[in-house]
């Protein structure tokens, strides 16, 4: 069988580079990777210049996701003590339309105390907090209570998001009423039972026990304004509070055992019923012990004849028959016995012969 050799020779090797296209890197909000930024500070200004205020944007062209540029809605509050409700609003105004650019007002401590009351947190918290809201582009401090052109104008605001109902305040004027009646008003929906006034709620009907919270946790009764007898009376309070806790835990700890208790105590009473028989029953331990020991005080208070007096008895029947055996040893005391017989008879004959004599 012929055998074929294939020789492979050397060939230029040709690498061909096909043109790769990279996309354009897409602009990252400063919202995604930082907090929100003031309205004052350079990115938002960056933001507001970029942006082509000319271009008026309706609610019917930002709902067609048609917008040449992105809307920039505003929304604005108190946001004391920020809470879900407020994340929930401020969601929904940033998913109102597509490209939404989201501002949020925070009005300041003495405009918020002249219309609305006292707050917990100041104005500084408070902006603070929603900066770091996930949904917030940018944040305007020291809001107006009312909106006009001049403030729109200026943060170049294409809608306002709110909840529907009217927001008077006492004024009986509802303070959204211009930009309703213009087409640039937007409504979200409030997330009822919850409020910052229903926390301060729960506060308030909680009072003392927030107070002994405190005090356990290193708070001074001068930070709290509370006075001497009060802090002592309270933090009695709260340690009965924690014991009443511990034993009902404890309860609870034992109803969970008590199927396991239950099934080990009758284990343990059978074993112990097992043992009182083992030792005090009829065949116990305890009952043979005592018949042992009854069998030998019997013993000892009625001992078995001794060897010796069975001999001697043995001996005198013997002797007195007259079947006396020479190869065992006369009983040593029977010679004794004779004589006392013997002594006997002879006193017993005086006794009579003396008695004859008295007669004659």
């Known amino acids: 069988m012929a055998h074929t050799t294939t020789v492979l020779e050397p060939q230029s090797v040709r690498t061909v580079l096909k043109p790769v296209k990279i996309a354009a890197k897409a602009p990252v909000l400063p919202s995604i990777c930082k907090p929100a930024p003031f309205s004052d500070e350079p ?31 505003y929304a604005d509050g108190i946001y004391d003590l920020f809470h879900q409700g407020h994340a929930r609003q401020l969601m929904q105004a940033k998913s109102l339309f597509q490209n939404v650019y989201l501002i949020v007002g925070v009005c300041s401590d003495e405009l918020t105390h002249k219309k609305k009351g006292k707050t917990v947190m100041s104005d500084a918290e408070r902006y603070e907090a929603v900066r770091h809201c996930r949904y917030v582009d940018e944040v305007v401090r020291d809001a107006p209570w009312e909106l006009d052109d001049e403030f729109l104008s200026k943060h170049k605001i294409d809608l306002v998001a709110h909840d529907e109902e009217p927001y008077t305040t006492g004024s009986g004027v509802d303070v959204y009423a211009h930009l309703k009646e213009r087409g640039m008003f937007v409504a979200t929906e409030r997330t009822e039972g919850v409020s910052t006034s229903d926390i301060v709620a729960r506060i308030v009907k909680d009072y003392d026990m927030y107070v002994r919270r405190n005090l356990a946790r290193g708070y001074s009764a001068k930070e709290l304004n509370v006075s001497f007898l009060r ?46 028989l083992l030792l005090f029953g009829r065949e116990g331990r305890l009952h043979h012990m005592f018949n042992e020991s009854k069998g030998r005080l ?63």
């Open 43 to 73: 990115d938002a200004i960056l933001e507001r210049d970029r942006c082509d205020y000319n271009v008026k944007i309706t609610v019917a062209l930002a709902k067609s996701g048609n917008a040449p540029r992105p809307i920039r809605v």
């Open 231 to 276: 802090e002592k009376k309270l933090m009695i309070q709260e340690k009965v509070d924690k014991l009443k806790d511990k034993s009902k835990k404890m309860f609870e700890t034992i109803d969970e055992r008590k199927t396991d208790i239950i099934c080990k105590w009758e284990e343990k009473s059978r074993d112990f019923i097992d043992a009182f």
């Open 298 to 360: 019997m013993h000892a208070l009625s001992p078995p004849v001794s060897p010796g007096r069975a001999t001697r008895e043995g001996s005198t029947s013997s002797s007195s028959s007259g079947d006396y055996d020479d190869t065992s040893s006369p009983p040593p005391k029977a010679a004794r016995y004779e004589r006392y017989a013997r002594r006997r008879q002879k006193l017993e004959n005086s006794s009579r012969d003396c008695s004859d004599d008295d007669d004659n």
